[in-house]
C-alpha cells in the first residue's frame, strides 16, 4: 500500500537567510490614524505577510519578501479595528487579518492580496491577547482573538480550566485564527473542532461590529455564528469569543490495538465512532506512519484509544473499546493503562507519565512534526500532508485513489517517495484521513503537482478538499467544486453587503 | 414560586366547525403546468393553510378560513418544486411551503403570507415521502422531506435503524420541516438537535437548486447546510436530505431523583450537563409540572435520568449519574432500573416495560400534551408554551423574572391560573427551560398579552427567544432584537439572491 523508497537528501539545499530581511520599500506611509499601532520595520512586514504553507516556507528560506505587506497594524481594541478597516476602505488598501500565520494553505499573503491595489496592510490581532472574563458556572471564557495556543491554556490553568483545543499549530496558532479556519483539534471525537467550543463571536466587519447572541443553543433562525466560523478572513476580522471551556481531565485510560491489515483498524476504528463511547483519542495509524511517528515498528497499523474524563474514571468505556477492537482482530500491545492525576502514583505530570509509551510518542511526534518538516526542508527533503473526510462507505476507494494518485506523483517529479495515512477524526458517518509524503526536493513545482494529484483524486472519490486545513488559495479550485454555486452566490452577497469593496483577505474564499 | 389558583372552565367555548370548512373563492385557477399534482378542494386549502400557533388553533375552532392558501400544490419530485417556484415567481404569488403544519409560532399562516399579493400557493411537501436510500455502513438514510415521523420510524426500522428524533409534534410533522425550523429531539443531550443529524441536505430555490456537499465533516469555509437550517421556508424549500441513522437501542437504564429544592435540582442538573455521560434524558420537572404530568404528587421537583445504548450495557453511566445528584441533595424515588431488549426478560416493548414507572409515565404525558391542549381550549381554557435557552449563571435571575411576568399577565388578563417549569435539553453552558401556562380562556388577547410578557421578560433576561419553536411571526419582534444587524442584512442579501421576487413564505425571517 506504501511505497517505501526513501528520498535522498539534496545537495541544493539553500542557505539560510540574513537575519534582516530585505524587503522592498513600502509603497504607502503609515496613516496618522494608525500611527500608534501599527509598524513598517522590516522584520513585522515580513513576519506578518506570509504562512507556512509549502511555497510559503521554500520562499522564506529563499528570503523572498518581494510583496511583503507595506504596513502591519495591531489595534488595541475593535474600535481600532474598525478605524484600520475605514482607512483601507477609504485607500481601497487590500487588508489581512493575521492571527499567527500558521495557514498550511496560503490563506496568509500579502502578494496576493495585494492584487492590483495600491497596498496591503496586515491586521495583526496580537494586541487582542487574553483571557479577559471567566465564567465558572457556565464554564465559559471571554478571550481575545489573538491569545496564542500556550499563553490561552496558561491563563485558563489559573482558573482550572482549559479550552481542550490543540491543533498541531496550537504553539503559534491563535484564537481568532481556529475560528477564521473551523480548525480540529487534536481529539478524536465528541466537540473537539473549534466550532462546537464556541458559545459566541464577535467580529468586526467594514459595516460595523457582529456581536452573536449569547445562548448554550437556540432555534431562532439559521445560526449567525456558522456564517462567520470558516470566513477565512474574508468577510470580517474575529475579534473576541467566548468559548466553552472545561476543568482539566483528571482520570485518563488507554490502550494501542495492533491490526495486520489495515482495513481491519478501519472497521474497528468505525465500530467505536459508532458506539457512543466517545473517546478523545481513537487514531488509526498505517503501518508507514506507526514506523515514521515512532510507534510501532513491525509492519501493522496500529488503533490508539484513549478516554479522558475530569468527572469519573473511563474503565468502563475503555473495557468495551478493547472488546470492540478486538472483536475486529485487533491484538493488544500496550496498555490497558488507568491514571488518576489526583492520586499520588497517578499524578506525575498531570497522568501524562502513565500514559501508555505508544500513545506517549505518537503525541509527542505530533507536535514535533512541523519541526521536522522544516529540519527535512533545510536538507533538501520534500514533506507535506494533506487531509480529507468522506463516508465509511467512500473511504476503501477514495484511499485506493489517493494512495495510487500521490505514489504515481512521487515517482514523476521526486523519482520515488513514501506515503503514509491516519485517522485524526472519526464521525459516525466517516473518518477524516490525514495523508503525509516525503520526497526529494527540487523546487515547488513538484510541491503543485503531488498537491493537484492528492486534490483531484479525493475530490473525484467524493471527499471533501480539507477537514481542517481551510481553502485559502491552495484548496480554492477543489472548493469551488464541492461548494454549492448558490452557496458561492450567497457568500458573495454577504460580502458585498459587509464588505463593498472588497478589501478583506481579497481572493481568498470569494473571488 | 408557582402559582395554584386552577382556572375554571369558560360556558364561552365556541362549537365545532362544521365538516366541510366554509372557504372564499380562491383568487386564481389552477396553472396548466401544475394541474397534474394542485389541488383547490375546500379540505385541502383549509388543511394547508395554517398551524397550530394558538391563534390557528382558535381561528379553526370558530372555522375561520378567510385567508385560505387559493391554491395546494402537492410537487412530485425537485422538478416539480422549481416549477411551482417559477410559476408563482411569475405571477408574483407568494409560496407557502407547507410539512406537517405544526408550527406554533405563526410560521405557516397563508393569509399574512399573501399580503398585497394576487393570491398564496401552499406548497405541499407530502409527496416527497420515503426513505430513498440506506447506507448502513456509514449509518446514513436519503429521506423525502415530506415524510411524517412514524412513516419515517416505520421505514428505518424495516432497516434496523432509528432517526431517533422525537419532537413532540412527531406524528403529525415532517422531516423538512424539522430541518427548516431547527427541531429540538426528546433527548436531552448529545446529538439531539436536527441540525446534528443532518449529513446533507438538497433545497430548491427560485434561483436553482443546492445540494450541499456530502461529508461527515468538513472545514471548507462556512458550513452551507447551516444557512439552509432554520430557514423558515423563507430561503428555499428542502426537498430531501441524508441523515445520520443509528441502530435501535437495546441497553436502557434509568432513575428519577426528588429534590426538595428547585435550584437543588438545577444544579444537579447542571452537574450531569457537564460530566461528560451524555445522558439521553435529563429532565428537571418543577413541582406543578410532575404533579401536571402524572409524574410525582408531594411537591418535590423531579429529575428523570435515562441512558440508551444500542451498543453496551449503560451500568456504570447511571450509576455516576445518580452519584451526581445524591452529591447535589437528590433522593432516589423510582429505579436504578435497567433492562435489556435482547434479553428474554427486558424484551418486553422493547425495553420501554421496564423503563421507571415516573419516566414512563413522562413520556406518555409528552406525547399527549398537544392533545390536552386542544382538549382544553374546547372547554375554554387556555394552555400553552414557551420556551428558551440561557447560561447556568442567567438562569435563576431569568426563571424569576419570567415567572413573575407570566404570573402577572394571568392574574391581568385570566384572573389567574399557573406557571410551571421544566428542563427539556441541557448543555455544558446552560439548559434550555421550558414553560407551561394555563388559565381561563376569553379570548386571543389574552395569549398576545401573556406571550409578549414572557418573551419580554427571557429576552431581558438574556434568554433566546426560542430554543427549538422557531421564530414565524410570533418571535419575530424578538429575534430581530437578538439577531445581530449585520446578520440581518446577510440573510436579506441571500434572499435578494435566490428569491429576488421575495415569494417564498414573505414575511418569516427576512422582512
Known amino acids: 500500500m506504501v511505497r517505501v523508497v526513501l528520498p535522498k537528501a539534496s545537495p541544493s539545499a539553500r542557505p539560510l537567510p540574513p537575519a534582516d530581511p530585505i524587503v522592498p520599500a513600502p509603497a504607502v506611509a503609515i496613516p496618522d490614524q494608525l500611527s500608534a499601532f501599527s509598524s513598517q520595520s522590516p522584520r513585522d512586514r515580513v513576519m506578518c505577510s506570509r504562512g507556512r504553507a509549502y511555497p510559503d516556507l521554500l520562499a522564506g528560506f529563499a528570503g523572498d519578501h518581494v510583496g511583503a505587506a507595506d504596513l502591519v497594524t495591531r489595534p488595541r481594541d475593535a474600535a481600532e479595528v474598525s478605524r484600520v478597516l475605514e482607512i483601507c476602505e477609504a485607500n481601497e488598501w487590500s487588508c489581512v487579518p493575521f ?17 492590483g491595489r495600491a497596498a496591503t496592510v496586515a491586521l495583526d490581532l496580537a494586541a487582542l491577547s487574553g483571557v479577559y ?87 431562532a433562525g439559521p445560526e449567525a455564528a456558522r456564517l462567520l466560523l470558516g470566513s477565512e478572513g474574508a468577510l470580517g476580522v474575529i475579534t473576541e469569543a467566548w468559548m466553552r471551556v472545561v476543568p482539566k481531565p483528571r482520570w485518563r485510560a488507554s490502550a494501542s490495538v495492533a491490526f495486520a491489515d489495515f482495513h481491519a483498524g478501519v472497521a474497528a476504528a468505525r465500530a467505536l465512532a459508532q458506539s457512543g463511547l466517545y473517546p478523545s483519542n481513537a487514531r488509526l495509524l498505517d503501518a508507514t506512519e506507526a514506523k515514521l511517528h515512532r510507534v510501532r515498528e513491525g509492519g501493522t497499523s496500529v488503533l490508539l484509544i484513549g478516554f479522558e474524563s475530569a468527572d469519573h474514571p473511563m474503565t468502563a468505556w475503555l473495557a468495551r473499546a478493547i472488546e470492540l477492537a478486538k472483536d475486529h482482530g485487533g491484538t493488544i500491545v500496550s496498555g490497558p493503562t488507568e491514571s488518576d492525576s489526583a492520586s499520588p502514583s497517578g499524578g506525575r505530570a498531570g497522568g501524562e507519565a502513565s500514559m501508555t509509551s505508544a500513545a506517549g510518542a505518537w503525541r509527542q511526534a505530533f507536535f514535533d512534526a512541523p519541526y521536522l518538516q522544516s529540519a527535512l526542508l533545510s536538507i533538501g527533503i520534500l514533506s507535506d500532508t494533506f487531509e480529507t473526510a468522506c463516508t465509511w462507505t467512500q473511504f476503501p476507494e477514495l484511499h485506493a485513489r489517493v494512495v495510487g494518485a500521490v505514489s504515481r506523483a512521487l515517482d514523476e517529479t521526486c523519482g520515488g517517495g ?14 477524516a484521513p490525514y495523508y ?36 485559502g488559495r491552495t484548496h480554492q479550485p477543489w472548493y469551488e467544486r464541492e461548494r454549492p454555486a448558490l452557496f458561492g452566490t450567497a457568500l458573495s452577497s454577504v460580502k458585498q453587503a459587509w464588505d463593498p469593496r472588497g478589501i478583506l483577505n481579497p481572493g481568498v474564499l470569494v473571488r
Open 133 to 219: 472574563e471567566v465564567d465558572q458556572t457556565s464554564r465559559l471564557a471571554r478571550i481575545g482573538a489573538g491569545t496564542l495556543g500556550p499563553a490561552l491554556e496558561q491563563e485558563l490553568a489559573a482558573h482550572g480550566l482549559t479550552l481542550r483545543h490543540y491543533p498541531q499549530s496550537f504553539e503559534f496558532s491563535t484564537l481568532g485564527g481556529w475560528l477564521a479556519t473551523r480548525a480540529g483539534g487534536h481529539y478524536a471525537t465528541g466537540p473537539t473542532r473549534i466550532d462546537e467550543l464556541c458559545h459566541a463571536l464577535t467580529t468586526v466587519t467594514p459595516r460595523g461590529v457582529l456581536a452573536t447572541h449569547r445562548h448554550p443553543s437556540s432555534g
Open 99 to 115: 492571527g499567527g500565520g500558521t495557514s498550511v494553505v496560503g490563506g496568509v499573503d500579502a502578494a496576493l492580496a495585494r492584487g
Open 418 to 431: 513514501l506515503v503514509s495515512c491516519r485517522f485524526t477524526h472519526v464521525y459516525p458517518d466517516g473518518p
Open 436 to 471: 503525509t509524503f516525503v520526497g526529494e526536493l527540487r523546487d515547488v513545482s513538484q510541491w503543485r503537482a503531488i498537491k493537484a494529484a492528492a486534490s483531484d483524486a479525493l475530490s473525484s472519490a467524493g471527499g471533501t478538499i480539507t477537514h481542517h486545513h481551510a481553502v
